[in-house]
T-cell receptor, first 117, second 112 residues
Framework: AQKITQTQPGMFVQEKEAVTLDCTYD???????LFWYKQPSSGEMIFLIY??????QNATEGRYSLNFQKARKSANLVISASQLGDSAMYFC??????????????FGKGTKLTVNP | GAGVSQSPSNKVTEKGKDVELRCDPI?????LYWYRQSLGQGLEFLIY????????KSGLPSDRFSAERTGGSVSTLTIQRTQQEDSAVYLC??????????FGPGTRLTVL
């Protein structure tokens, strides 16, 4: 079974509007971390935001916020006031913190976001 | 400060040749990771180094792949007898212990 599921292969949003990118995850660990990365056409993976499984508050970083619903195992990324430069692939990833684990990230297949002027 | 650097940025090679990809992590980062990104498989973990501990090689797809990390800093990923299915972007990341991983720009490998 997939550990990270991103059900939206592509999304479109108008400039200055908000957009939500979906991510659901599957783990039996109690301790884990959830990440969102942005990959523009240049190819570099850019870290956006992190949510720990024990964090009670949703993470926020500028225009990015993470809507964390632990019981539903979802970690959706919300981008407010979209900009043309937000057009990119967005990846959700999970790190399982089980003892002896390698801290590796498991990625979803990504969502391609296009911001229209 | 300087981010993760990788070289070369692009590598074209012939099937059967060996290639070496280099990663220079962020100074002071103890952990280093290699991932592979291909159209068919998405982003896959390859190998993880943490300080002086034995590396986690569980993601290496075959024994043609190997990696080393010298002096706890620079890492080299070696692919022997390259095959066309090895064509992908190879991404390196580093982190301070188990914190957020920061990625380099990647090496695009094309095997003809």
């Amino acid at each position: 079974a997939q550990k990270i599921t991103q059900t939206q292969p592509g999304m479109f949003v108008q400039e200055k509007e908000a957009v939500t990118l979906d991510c659901t995850y599957d783990t039996s660990d109690q301790s884990y971390g959830l990440f969102w990365y942005k990959q523009p056409s240049s190819g570099e993976m850019i870290f956006l935001i992190y949510q720990g499984s024990y964090d009670e508050q949703n993470a926020t970083e500028g225009r990015y916020s993470l809507n964390f619903q632990k019981a539903r195992k979802s970690a959706n990324l919300v981008i407010s006031a979209s900009q043309l430069g937000d057009s990119a692939m967005y990846f959700c990833a999970m790190r399982e913190d089980s003892q002896g684990g390698s801290e590796k990230l498991v990625f979803g297949k990504g969502t391609k976001l296009t911001v229209n002027p | 400060g300087a981010g993760v650097s990788q070289s070369p940025s692009n590598k074209v090679t012939e099937k059967g040749k060996d290639v070496e990809l280099r990663c220079d992590p962020i100074s002071g980062h103890t952990a280093l990771y290699w991932y592979r990104q291909s159209l068919g498989q998405g982003l896959e973990f390859l190998i993880y180094f943490q300080g002086n501990s034995a590396p986690d090689k569980s993601g290496l797809p075959s024994d043609r792949f190997s990696a080393e990390r010298t002096g706890g800093s620079v890492s080299t990923l070696t692919i022997q007898r390259t095959q066309q299915e090895d064509s992908a972007v190879y991404l390196c990341a580093s982190s301070r212990y188990t914190d957020t991983q920061y990625f380099g720009p990647g090496t695009r490998l094309t095997v003809l």
